[in-house]
């Protein structure tokens, strides 16, 4: 599809007998910030890691920025930087030298990785604190410098696995402008999962929402909200997923027990 960054063309993870994504398909436009979102267990972090190359797809085709995620994964890595749930920072580097480490393994020349240090902890307000300790920064900077690292080596795609997760509303608030300024500024493209729905409410140009491995429904949050004759995005949402409580993590604990059987053959 013209002008698409991202192309998923009927995506199928099987684990065993288990399906976690179920012949899935969807494009994001250039520039656009896309929630993709759905409760636990849906198939939101499996199809992640096939979007990511840290998954095989048992069907179907992934395109990032043209790119196919088997057949030419290093240029896949290149096209885009991710912000990963649980943190994975070096707590005993210093900001700047995170952010070296970081520009070292994407093989950013030296004076560029200088420059796009400066400029991308400027924009997060880290800059005065590049030569702390991480180990010493409370988990909205360390957040923060997560999404600065994510961005150094200028990636066209942005993923963001619950970015905010955890942190307070004023924290929350102050991530999410950082990240619409960047995707202002850089002109990058803002894949996002989040369980905060009034987060995706506010800031996704489009939003897809998975339920048990499948689409459910695509849309702007307004078309959603109107299509289920609701005021909110999370009205929307429970009302398309149901009130019932989901396993934490399905797909992951599915995807486990086949590793421990491969392990044990």
């Given at each position: 599809?013209?002008?698409?960054?991202?192309?998923?063309?009927?995506?199928?993870?099987?684990?065993?007998?288990?399906?976690?994504?179920?012949?899935?398909?969807?494009?994001?436009?250039?520039?656009?910030?896309?929630?993709?979102?759905?409760?636990?267990?849906?198939?939101?972090?499996?199809?992640?890691?096939?979007?990511?190359?840290?998954?095989?797809?048992?069907?179907?085709?992934?395109?990032?920025?043209?790119?196919?995620?088997?057949?030419?994964?290093?240029?896949?890595?290149?096209?885009?930087?991710?912000?990963?749930?649980?943190?994975?920072?070096?707590?005993?580097?210093?900001?700047?030298?995170?952010?070296?480490?970081?520009?070292?393994?994407?093989?950013?020349?030296?004076?560029?990785?200088k420059q796009r240090t400066e400029e991308l902890l400027k924009i997060v307000e880290l800059w005065d604190r590049r030569n702390d300790l991480v180990k010493q920064f409370s988990?909205?900077?360390?957040?923060r410098l997560e999404i600065a690292r994510g961005l150094l080596h200028h990636p066209k795609i942005l993923f963001l696995d619950e970015p905010t997760v955890g942190l307070d509303?004023?924290?929350?608030?102050?991530?999410?402008?950082?990240?619409?300024?960047?995707?202002?500024?850089?002109?990058?493209?803002?894949?996002?999962?989040?369980?905060?729905?009034?987060?995706?409410?506010?800031?996704?140009?489009?939003?897809?929402?998975?339920?048990?491995?499948?689409?459910?429904?695509?849309?702007?949050?307004?078309?959603?909200?109107k299509k289920s004759k609701t005021k909110t995005l999370e009205d929307a949402f429970i009302k398309l997923t149901g009130k019932s409580l989901r396993d934490e993590d399905a797909?992951?604990?599915?995807?486990?027990?086949?590793?421990?059987?491969?392990?044990?053959?």
């Open positions: 599809m013209k002008n698409s960054i991202i192309e998923v063309k009927k995506l199928t993870k099987k684990f065993g007998d288990f399906t976690a994504v179920n012949n899935i398909s969807f494009s994001v436009t250039k520039g656009e910030i896309f929630g993709f979102l759905g409760p636990n267990g849906a198939g939101k972090t499996t199809s992640i890691k096939m979007l990511t190359t840290l998954l095989h797809p048992t069907s179907g085709t992934i395109l990032l920025d043209g790119h196919d995620t088997v057949t030419a994964k290093n240029s896949v890595r290149e096209s885009f930087g991710i912000v990963f749930q649980d943190q994975s920072l070096d707590d005993e580097l210093t900001a700047a030298e995170n952010m070296e480490f970081h520009g070292v393994l994407y093989k950013v020349p030296s004076a560029l990785r988990g909205g900077m360390k957040r509303p004023q924290t929350r608030n102050h991530i999410w402008n950082y990240i619409l300024n960047l995707n202002k500024k850089e002109k990058v493209t803002v894949f996002f999962t989040t369980h905060y729905m009034e987060e995706a409410d506010r800031v996704a140009s489009k939003v897809t929402i998975v339920d048990h491995g499948k689409i459910i429904a695509q849309g702007t949050p307004a078309e959603l909200k797909s992951d604990i599915e995807s486990l027990r086949n590793q421990k059987k491969m392990w044990r053959r």
